[in-house]
């Protein structure tokens, strides 16, 4: 079993930047695929960013492409998504999200099979 628990969601003004964090338990955490979504209200949750467990690659959504960067630091069982140039349509909860064992796709949400509870980040205009 492996929690996640994100935080670093607020408030920011249109063209500022955020960076949220996940912290996962368990001594596995090098093994996991990681993944970040966002959900709007009455919107589905849409893919966002991930890096395998290899660290071999890092994957993004085109909307979030040059601004949002992933990434993972092992030493302390976390994932960071780095959001710079945030915009209006940005606003959303961000759910971090973990896959264990080799996955062909990291960009569904079936394809994780643990889920925070999600963060709220809005973007003013």
């Known amino acids: 079993q492996v929690q996640l628990v994100e935080s670093g969601g607020g408030l920011v003004q249109a063209g500022g930047s955020l960076r949220l964090s996940c912290a996962t338990s368990g001594r596995t955490f090098s093994t996991y695929s990681l993944g970040w979504f966002r959900q709007a209200p009455g919107e589905e949750r849409q893919f966002v960013a991930a890096i395998p467990w290899t660290n071999s690659y890092t994957v993004y959504a085109d909307s979030v492409k040059g601004r949002f960067t992933i990434s993972r630091d092992t030493s302390k069982n976390t994932v960071y998504l780095q959001m710079g140039s945030l915009k209006p349509d940005d606003t959303a909860v961000y759910y971090c999200?973990?896959?264990?064992?080799?996955?062909?796709?990291?960009?569904?949400?079936?394809?994780?099979?643990?889920w925070g509870q999600g963060t709220q980040v809005t973007v003013s205009s």
């Open positions: 999200a973990a896959a264990g064992g080799l996955r062909s796709q990291l960009s569904r949400t079936w394809d994780y099979d643990y």
